[in-house]
């Protein structure tokens, strides 16, 4: 979470010299669940000390219990070890701002027939109208090649433009692509020189369409990191030494 500690009161927020916001009104709170849930909007779910996400929607929210209900990812054994972990942080869009809160006490129940993640409903929620990661620009010179595996199994190459602690932007993807943001996109490639290669695992975030350098559409897409192995950790010191 970022640092509150000398905000100062104005309305329901509280407001800091880092332009983020502590959300702090149960009702507003419940507003803002409730139409997420409507919207069918993508929540991004962050454990095992935030090296791992699973992608997931809320279903349903219950004030009454004091309750809010989420899909459960893809995947099983992701699921099963997001549920051993003692916290887990949610993170999502909403407008201009990113925003946050954490839950000690995530478990799995039936809902409408089906298992889903149950937490409380957050006492706070923090959002910040900046990014949270300092980004990198990449030379165009130097950018590695980035390979995309698409979710119906075509792969598409584009070039790594910049990079920060929390995701990736690539240009070059091919304007026709279909891509929607909240994809997981798993075993991504980031070609280096001398053949070596970072596989991660990334989240679409946000995508447009705009006129390249060379006269055509391409898509630039930005990524969030949905797996932050040690290989991407030095590919970032790297660029960010070199500037």
């Not at 004091?66 to 909403?94: I, M, W």
């Not at 692509?177 to 596989?199: A, M, Q, Y």
């Amino acid at each position: 979470m970022m640092n509150t500690g000398q905000a100062t009161q104005h309305g329901r927020y509280n407001l800091d010299a880092g332009r983020s916001r502590l959300l702090w009104s149960r009702h507003q709170i419940i507003m803002m669940l409730r139409r997420f849930v409507r919207e069918d909007r993508p929540v991004s779910v962050h454990y095992d000390d935030e090296d791992k996400v699973i992608v997931t929607r809320a279903l349903g929210v219950d004030p009454d219990r004091d309750r809010v209900y989420f899909q459960y990812g893809d995947h099983k054994a992701n699921n099963t070890q997001l549920l051993r972990c003692p916290e887990v942080r949610f993170s999502f869009e909403d407008g201009s701002a990113k925003s946050q809160f954490s839950s000690p006490r995530i478990r799995d129940v039936l809902f409408e027939g089906r298992p889903v993640f149950q937490i409380p409903i957050p006492d706070r929620i923090v959002q910040a109208d900046r990014r949270l990661h300092q980004r990198v620009k990449v030379p165009e010179v130097s950018a590695p090649v980035v390979v995309v595996n698409l979710p119906d199994g075509r792969k598409a190459e584009g070039r790594l433009s910049d990079m920060s602690a929390g995701g990736i932007g690539v240009i070059g993807l091919a304007a026709d692509l279909k891509i929607r943001p909240g994809t997981v996109i798993r075993n991504c490639l980031i070609l280096l020189d001398g053949n070596e290669r970072v596989v991660v695992d990334l989240e679409i975030r946000h995508a447009r369409v705009a006129m390249g350098l060379e006269g055509r559409l391409m898509h630039h897409v930005g990524f969030s990191l949905a797996s932050r192995p040690k290989e991407f950790s030095e590919l970032l010191k790297a660029f960010t030494v070199e500037f």
